[in-house]
């Protein structure tokens, strides 16, 4: 069994490692199944484990951020990774168990994959409530999250090393190099603030540079991002926490559930 996860964690949201979730995992400690032993059956919320995960390495990352940089930004890069497949998972289940039958496959077919962002605009068309297509996409926190897939795919698609340079500066002889800021960049060198950050979202290009701060923008954006695509669904999305939903319902010993 999951370690952790049997239980309800109720309304809890202080902070970077707790999210209110209703998984309908209450009671399981009251089973006496004597010597036959129990056997359970739950509903696996992708999304609600994924997000739940890369919570978890958020706050790690900020804890460890005083004892080691390297250590907290090697988290960091595995937070916003998780909290882009959360996305991934919130979508794709959302356009099989909402969707028209005929059209889910569209969007939710893993061997013939589209991107993310496509699958975010074309979502509200294949289900048969919310207001279809309208809405400005040009508007946060659209162009921001597309930003951040941008990322995670320069991640995956690196391309030439003229498109992977990563600065650093030394405040003084011996001292550690730290990420070049913006501000920092010596005159002449040509070095734009666009060579550093994502202009939209301010998250660096460097995956060394990933600091516990850009994941708060990162969990903000991803958050936002899952508010507006549900309120062009009329709610539906989240309509009575059915994306973190995982049932559960003890099948043997009968009778027991």
Same mark, same amino acid.
């Given at each position: 069994?999951?370690?952790?996860?049997?239980?309800?964690?109720?309304?809890?949201?202080?902070?970077?490692?707790?999210?209110?979730?209703?998984?309908?995992?209450?009671?399981?400690?009251?089973? +006496?199944?004597?010597?036959?032993?129990?056997?359970?059956?739950?509903?696996?919320?992708?999304?609600?484990?994924?997000?739940?995960?890369?919570?978890?390495?958020?706050?790690?990352?900020?804890?460890?951020?005083?004892?080691?940089?390297?250590?907290?930004?090697?988290?960091?890069?595995?937070?916003?990774?998780?909290?882009?497949?959360?996305?991934?998972? $919130?979508?794709?289940?959302?356009?099989?168990?909402?969707?028209?039958?005929?059209?889910?496959? $569209?969007?939710?077919?893993?061997?013939?994959?589209?991107?993310?962002?496509?699958?975010?605009?074309?979502?509200?068309?294949?289900?048969?409530?919310?207001?279809? $297509?309208?809405?400005?996409?040009?508007?946060?926190?659209?162009?921001?999250?597309?930003?951040?897939?941008?990322?995670?795919?320069?991640?995956?698609?690196?391309?030439?090393?003229?498109?992977?340079?990563?600065?650093?500066?030394?405040?003084?002889?011996?001292?550690?190099?730290?990420?070049?800021?913006?501000?920092?960049?010596?005159?002449?060198?040509?070095?734009?603030?666009? +060579?550093?950050?994502?202009?939209?979202?301010?998250?660096?290009?460097?995956?060394?540079?990933?600091?516990?701060?850009?994941?708060?923008?990162?969990?903000? $954006?991803?958050?936002?991002?899952?508010?507006?695509?549900?309120?062009?669904?009329?709610?539906?999305?989240?309509?009575?926490?059915?994306?973190?939903?995982?049932?559960?319902?003890?099948?043997?010993?009968?009778?027991?559930?």
């Amino acid at each position: 069994m999951r370690n952790g996860d049997l239980g309800t964690s109720g309304t809890r949201r202080p902070g970077p490692d707790r999210d209110a979730a209703v998984d309908d995992r209450e009671g399981l400690g009251r089973v +006496d199944p004597g010597d036959r032993g129990s056997v359970i059956v739950t509903e696996v919320s992708p999304f609600h484990c994924l997000y739940q995960d890369a919570l978890d390495f958020h706050s790690q990352s900020r804890l460890m951020l005083g004892r080691s940089v390297g250590a907290s930004s090697r988290l960091a890069r595995a937070s916003l990774l998780l909290y882009v497949a959360s996305a991934e998972s $919130l979508v794709h289940q959302a356009a099989v168990e909402l969707g028209r039958p005929e059209f889910a496959p $569209l969007l939710a077919d893993p061997a013939r994959p589209i991107r993310l962002d496509d699958t975010l605009r074309l979502l509200p068309a294949i289900i048969a409530i919310g207001s279809g $297509l309208s809405g400005d996409l040009s508007v946060a926190p659209w162009p921001q999250f597309s930003e951040l897939l941008a990322l995670r795919g320069s991640w995956a698609y690196p391309g030439p090393p003229s498109d992977r340079l990563a600065y650093y500066r030394s405040a003084a002889e011996g001292a550690d190099f730290e990420p070049l800021q913006p501000h920092q960049a010596p005159p002449g060198l040509g070095i734009v603030t666009e +060579d550093l950050l994502h202009p939209r979202t301010g998250l660096p290009r460097d995956p060394y540079a990933l600091r516990p701060h850009h994941l708060d923008t990162t969990r903000a $954006l991803l958050d936002a991002t899952i508010e507006a695509l549900d309120r062009r669904l009329d709610g539906a999305l989240t309509r009575g926490n059915r994306h973190r939903r995982e049932p559960i319902r003890i099948i043997y010993p009968p009778g027991q559930s």
